[in-house]
Every structure is written in C-alpha cells, then in structure tokens.
C-alpha cells in the first residue's frame, strides 16, 4: 500500500467544491476491471490528464455503504435479468468527511445513471420517518418491504479531469458482508468512468486501453450477492463470472 500511495501523491490535488463542478448526479458510466498489478502504471499514465480528490490530506478514501433488498432480492433479480430500467437503494458514509446520505441509484431505459440522494444525519437510520419519507416517494419498493442487508465496503481514488471532461473513480479492497458471511475481493480494481454521454477519446478510457483493460459491465451489489448466496439465479452473468475470473488469475 505505501507503494500505491507513492503513485498517488505523484497527482495534483483537487477537492469537493472543484469535483462538484462535475458532479454529474444525471451520467453514463462506462465500467473496467483489472487486476491490482497493473494500477501504479496506470496511475503514472492518468497523471497527465487528471487530479486527485483529497480531503484531510487523504486521497484513498474509505466508504462504507449498506444496501437494501426485498425479502425475495427483487434489486437483484431485475438486474440478473437485464431490466432496464432498475433500481438500488443503500445508504452510503463518506468516511473521511463523516458525510452520509440516503441515494436511491436507477439505471434507466436509456442506460443512463440517474442519482437521487439526500444528507443523513449522525442519528438517522433507514427507518426514520424523514428518510422513510424520502424513500417512498422516490423509490419503486417502500421502506416496509426491506428484508435483506448487504454491507459493502472499499477504498476509493477519485480523479477530476483537469479540464473538467470527466471525472472516474478505482475502488480496491472490496469487502461484501451478508447474513454472516463475508468476501473479499482481493487483488481487484474497478474501474469507472463517469461523463455526460460516453467519448472514446476520452484519456481514461484510451489509457486503460493501452494496457488491455477494456469496458465491461460490473456490479459491486450483485457480484457481492453471488459471492456470499449461492441460492441466487446467475445464468446471465456466467459471461461476467468468467472475465472476473481470468482477471484475477491472468
């Protein structure tokens, strides 16, 4: 770790009210994944072309997120079974900056990622009547149908384009906790570029080209649930299973 985070203060820092100039809450996401190895050279390309977000002087920054599912994981299903329109609802703590907030995340029918959120306070839980409010009248599942918890956690760069094209996030040390049973990730990065409307030319996406890291789908909420509950469907997945599989073992 103290040899990633050489290659992480080689960057210019930025901070919160620069990235909220690019805050893109309405985006499309384009996802990579690519082993651990390969990050300090990409590191070393981006730096040209990107800044870091620091806060408190630290730029690998912690999150902590909690998910919620129906009893019978509606979330889950509706994305194995490739709806397209479809929603993810977690709370999601900032750890450094001690933030929290209640987001419910839909991907649209035009593959489109649509972020609505609002501040938690320190005291507040899922079952708040502020945020049970807010849940309700923005999500498709009420708060009374929340059966299932998935507790996932990483660590996080986030970099800002200097010229504010973009802005992309590296989360490693993924850990997934549910019903007492936990999986890490190890070795693992995934890869996200967050824009208007995809460019290839972008240089995030160029520069990970260059080391044979292509776009792929990814999701850190089901990847987690079919890590840690085998009961699940994965038929439409197996194509992603095997790519995760021989990024890690490459």
């Not at 933030?99 to 990622?113: D, G, P, W, Y």
Request: hydrophobic content about 35%.
């Amino acid at each position: 770790m103290n040899s990633l985070q050489k290659h992480i203060d080689a960057f210019s820092p930025t901070n919160l009210e620069e990235m909220n100039e690019i805050k893109l809450l309405n985006r499309n996401d384009t996802k990579y994944i690519f082993h651990e190895r390969k990050l300090p050279a990409i590191l070393k390309d981006l730096k040209a072309y990107y800044k870091v977000l620091e806060i408190e002087g630290v730029s690998l920054l912690q999150y902590e997120n909690q998910y919620f599912d129906t009893e019978d994981f509606s979330c889950y299903h509706n994305h194995q079974r490739g709806r397209l329109s479809r929603t993810k609802i977690r709370i999601r703590k900032y750890v450094e900056s001690d933030l929290s907030f209640i987001e419910i995340k839909t991907k649209n029918n035009k593959s489109r990622t649509v972020k609505n959120r609002i501040p938690m306070t320190t005291e507040e839980h899922i079952r708040s009547p502020r945020i049970v409010d807010f849940v309700n009248k923005n999500a498709p599942i009420p708060v009374e149908d929340f059966a299932q918890e998935l507790q996932i956690d990483f660590q996080r760069i986030t970099l800002a384009h200097k010229e504010l094209k973009d802005r992309c996030t590296l989360d490693l040390n993924l850990r997934a906790r549910w019903n007492g049973k936990e999986h890490c990730f190890k070795n693992l990065v995934i890869a996200e570029l967050k824009q208007d409307r995809f460019k290839h030319a972008s240089e995030f996406n160029l520069i990970l080209k260059k080391y044979k890291v292509y776009s792929d789908s990814f999701s850190k909420y089901c990847f987690s649930f079919l890590s840690l509950n085998n009961q699940l469907k994965r038929n439409n997945f197996k194509r992603n299973l095997r790519h995760l599989e021989k990024t890690l073992h490459d």
